[in-house]
C-alpha cells in the first residue's frame, strides 16, 4: 500500500510565538504569588497576567502602580520579564545554551534568525553573544549614569535599584516605571526639566530601538555609511527623520498653544525631543498626555503604530515598513516600475508584506478601538490612543486603562501579543509552509483609486 506518513514539522514562528506564550503564561502564575504584592494579598490572574503580558510584550502599559502594588520582588520578575521580551524569547534560550557550552543545532540557528530577522543562519552564535555584551554593556552604562540623580532623591540601595530598573526598561523599550511612589501612574514627569535623565533615557531608547543588526553593521563598518547595508541605511535614515521632524511639530505647534504658556524654552525642547521618541516605542512620558491637543495626540498615534526597526526591543510595524510604504507611493507618483532607495531596488514581494502589515495593524488598532469606546462609553480618540498603544508595544496612556472592564483588558492583551510577535509570525505560525501551485490564474484588471 502507498501510503506515506508526513512527519509533523514545527516552524520558527511557531516556536517563537510559543515561546513568548509560555514565558507570559509562568510569569502571570509567579506575579500571583503573595509575596509578590505590597499588601501580601495575592493579584487576580487578570492583573498579573495584564502585567506580565505587558512586560514580556515590553510595552508598559499596566493596571497596577507597579511601584506602589507589587513588592521588590514582584518588581524584580516584572524585570527579568521586560528583559526577556526585549531581547526575544529565542534569543535567551540560544544564550543560556551557549553560556552552558551545549551545541545549537540548525533549527536552534534558523529560529534565532527568524526571531532577530537576520539575513542568514550563518555566524547566528556569534551574533548572540555580540547582543548580550552589547545590551548588558549599554544597560549599565545608563544605570551608572543615572545612579547619582536617584541616588541623592533616594539613598544608595534604592538609587541603585532604580537606575538599573529604568535603564534596563528604558532599553527594551518597555516603559516600566517606579515613580508612583511620587504620584502613583505618573511616569517621569517629575523629570521634565532634568536633562541627565531625558537625554539618558532617549538615549537608551534609540539605541535598543534601532535593532541587533544594525548594531552589527555599526561595529563592522564604523562611520563608512556608503558601505552599510540597505536595510540599516533605511532603519538609521527613517529613525533620524521619525525624531526630528516630531519634534519640530512639538515644539513649533504643540507647546506654542496656551495650555503649554508656562514651559520655558529649555523645557519645550527638552518636552519636544522626549515626546517626539518615546511614543516609538518606549512608554515613558515627562509630560501629561491628556493636556496635549488632539492633533498632537494623533501624532503620537501614528509614531506609535510606527514603532521601532526589525530585530530590535521595540514592537509597532516598523521603520522599514513605512519606509517602504513611502518609497513604494513615490515610485507609483512618478510612473516607475518599481520603488528604490540608495541605488537599490525593492522587490514586489517585500512591498506584499509590507502593504500586509499595514492592513492587519490598521483593522486591529480601529476595531479594538471601537470596540473598546463601543463597551466602555469613552470618546474613540482616547480609546484608540489606547489600542495604538498596545499594538505599538508603546505603553503610553491618556489614563483609562486602570479604569478598563475585564473585556477591554483583554482586547489590549491581545494587541500587545500581536504587537511583540508581529503580524506575519502569526500568520505565518497558523499557515506553515508554502502552496506552490503548477498553473495560475488569467489576468484582469481592476481600477483602483
Same mark, same amino acid.
Given at each position: 500500500m502507498g501510503t506515506s506518513m508526513r512527519k509533523k514539522h514545527i516552524s520558527s514562528f511557531q516556536i517563537i510565538i510559543f515561546g513568548f506564550f509560555m514565558v507570559i503564561f509562568i510569569g502571570s502564575l509567579i506575579l #500571583?504569588?503573595?509575596? =509578590?504584592?505590597? @499588601?501580601?494579598?495575592?493579584? @487576580?490572574?487578570?492583573?498579573?497576567?495584564? !502585567?506580565? !503580558? @505587558?512586560a514580556v510584550c515590553v510595552t508598559g502599559l499596566i493596571v497596577q502602580d507597579t511601584a506602589t502594588y507589587w513588592s521588590e520582588f514582584g518588581q524584580f520578575i516584572i524585570l527579568i520579564l521586560i528583559?526577556? %521580551? %526585549?531581547?526575544?524569547?529565542?534569543?535567551? =534560550?540560544?544564550?543560556?545554551?551557549?553560556?552552558? %557550552?551545549? $551545541?545549537? +543545532?540548525? #533549527? /536552534?540557528?534558523?529560529?534565532?534568525?527568524? =526571531?532577530?530577522?537576520a539575513h542568514q543562519v550563518g555566524g547566528i552564535v556569534r551574533l548572540t553573544e555580540f547582543i548580550l555584551k552589547t545590551t548588558f554593556g549599554i544597560e549599565c552604562l545608563g544605570a551608572v549614569i543615572m545612579f547619582p540623580v536617584f541616588y541623592k532623591e533616594f539613598g544608595f540601595i534604592k538609587g541603585i535599584w532604580y537606575a538599573v530598573f529604568h535603564?534596563?526598561?528604558?532599553?527594551? *523599550?518597555?516603559?516600566?516605571?517606579?515613580m508612583g511612589i511620587k504620584s502613583q501612574f505618573s511616569s517621569l514627569t517629575s523629570y521634565a526639566r532634568h536633562p541627565v535623565i531625558n537625554f539618558t533615557i532617549m538615549f537608551l531608547i534609540i539605541i535598543g530601538g534601532i535593532g541587533f543588526l544594525t548594531w552589527g553593521e555599526m561595529r563592522a563598518k564604523k562611520f563608512k555609511f556608503k558601505k552599510y547595508r540597505l536595510q540599516a541605511k533605511v532603519?538609521?535614515?527613517?529613525?533620524?527623520?521619525?525624531?526630528?521632524v516630531p519634534a519640530l511639530f512639538f515644539f513649533f505647534y504643540?507647546?506654542?498653544?496656551?495650555?503649554? $504658556? *508656562? #514651559?520655558?524654552?529649555?523645557?519645550?525642547?527638552?518636552?519636544? &525631543?522626549? /515626546? @517626539?521618541v518615546t511614543p516609538r516605542t518606549a512608554g515613558f512620558n515627562t509630560l501629561d498626555l491628556a493636556a496635549f491637543s488632539e492633533t498632537g495626540q494623533a501624532m503620537i498615534i501614528c509614531l506609535m503604530l510606527i514603532g521601532g526597526s526589525p530585530g530590535s526591543t521595540a514592537g509597532g510595524m516598523k521603520t522599514t515598513t513605512a519606509a517602504v510604504l513611502v518609497l513604494s507611493a513615490a515610485a507609483v507618483f512618478a510612473h516607475r516600475d518599481s520603488a528604490s532607495c540608495f541605488g537599490r531596488r525593492i522587490t514586489d514581494d517585500i512591498i506584499k508584506n509590507a502593504s500586509t502589515i499595514l492592513l492587519m495593524y490598521l483593522i486591529l488598532f480601529l476595531t479594538g478601538g471601537m470596540v473598546i469606546s463601543c463597551i466602555e462609553q469613552l470618546p474613540i480618540l482616547t480609546c484608540l490612543f489606547e489600542t495604538a498603544s498596545a499594538i505599538g508595544t508603546v +505603553?503610553?496612556?491618556?489614563?483609562?486603562?486602570?479604569?478598563?472592564?475585564?473585556?477591554?483588558?483583554?482586547? &489590549?492583551? +491581545?494587541? #500587545?501579543?500581536?504587537?511583540?510577535?508581529g503580524g506575519l509570525n502569526l500568520i505565518f505560525a497558523a499557515v506553515s509552509g508554502k502552496h506552490v501551485y503548477a498553473s495560475k490564474l488569467p489576468k484582469e484588471k481592476i481600477t483602483v483609486g
Amino acid at each position: 500500500m502507498g501510503t506515506s506518513m508526513r512527519k509533523k514539522h514545527i516552524s520558527s514562528f511557531q516556536i517563537i510565538i510559543f515561546g513568548f506564550f509560555m514565558v507570559i503564561f509562568i510569569g502571570s502564575l509567579i506575579l #500571583m504569588l503573595p509575596w =509578590a504584592t505590597q @499588601s501580601g494579598q495575592s493579584a @487576580s490572574f487578570a492583573d498579573a497576567l495584564f !502585567t506580565s !503580558t @505587558s512586560a514580556v510584550c515590553v510595552t508598559g502599559l499596566i493596571v497596577q502602580d507597579t511601584a506602589t502594588y507589587w513588592s521588590e520582588f514582584g518588581q524584580f520578575i516584572i524585570l527579568i520579564l521586560i528583559q526577556i %521580551g %526585549g531581547l526575544g524569547v529565542v534569543t535567551m =534560550a540560544v544564550s543560556f545554551a551557549v553560556l552552558s %557550552g551545549r $551545541k545549537i +543545532g540548525l #533549527m /536552534q540557528r534558523s529560529t534565532m534568525a527568524e =526571531a532577530i530577522s537576520a539575513h542568514q543562519v550563518g555566524g547566528i552564535v556569534r551574533l548572540t553573544e555580540f547582543i548580550l555584551k552589547t545590551t548588558f554593556g549599554i544597560e549599565c552604562l545608563g544605570a551608572v549614569i543615572m545612579f547619582p540623580v536617584f541616588y541623592k532623591e533616594f539613598g544608595f540601595i534604592k538609587g541603585i535599584w532604580y537606575a538599573v530598573f529604568h535603564s534596563v526598561s528604558a532599553f527594551c *523599550n518597555a516603559g516600566f516605571d517606579l515613580m508612583g511612589i511620587k504620584s502613583q501612574f505618573s511616569s517621569l514627569t517629575s523629570y521634565a526639566r532634568h536633562p541627565v535623565i531625558n537625554f539618558t533615557i532617549m538615549f537608551l531608547i534609540i539605541i535598543g530601538g534601532i535593532g541587533f543588526l544594525t548594531w552589527g553593521e555599526m561595529r563592522a563598518k564604523k562611520f563608512k555609511f556608503k558601505k552599510y547595508r540597505l536595510q540599516a541605511k533605511v532603519i538609521l535614515t527613517s529613525t533620524l527623520i521619525l525624531i526630528i521632524v516630531p519634534a519640530l511639530f512639538f515644539f513649533f505647534y504643540e507647546f506654542s498653544l496656551d495650555s503649554w $504658556k *508656562n #514651559m520655558s524654552f529649555g523645557e519645550r525642547i527638552l518636552g519636544a &525631543l522626549f /515626546q @517626539s521618541v518615546t511614543p516609538r516605542t518606549a512608554g515613558f512620558n515627562t509630560l501629561d498626555l491628556a493636556a496635549f491637543s488632539e492633533t498632537g495626540q494623533a501624532m503620537i498615534i501614528c509614531l506609535m503604530l510606527i514603532g521601532g526597526s526589525p530585530g530590535s526591543t521595540a514592537g509597532g510595524m516598523k521603520t522599514t515598513t513605512a519606509a517602504v510604504l513611502v518609497l513604494s507611493a513615490a515610485a507609483v507618483f512618478a510612473h516607475r516600475d518599481s520603488a528604490s532607495c540608495f541605488g537599490r531596488r525593492i522587490t514586489d514581494d517585500i512591498i506584499k508584506n509590507a502593504s500586509t502589515i499595514l492592513l492587519m495593524y490598521l483593522i486591529l488598532f480601529l476595531t479594538g478601538g471601537m470596540v473598546i469606546s463601543c463597551i466602555e462609553q469613552l470618546p474613540i480618540l482616547t480609546c484608540l490612543f489606547e489600542t495604538a498603544s498596545a499594538i505599538g508595544t508603546v +505603553g503610553l496612556t491618556l489614563g483609562i486603562t486602570p479604569q478598563l472592564s475585564l473585556v477591554s483588558r483583554f482586547i &489590549l492583551i +491581545g494587541l #500587545m501579543f500581536f504587537g511583540r510577535v508581529g503580524g506575519l509570525n502569526l500568520i505565518f505560525a497558523a499557515v506553515s509552509g508554502k502552496h506552490v501551485y503548477a498553473s495560475k490564474l488569467p489576468k484582469e484588471k481592476i481600477t483602483v483609486g
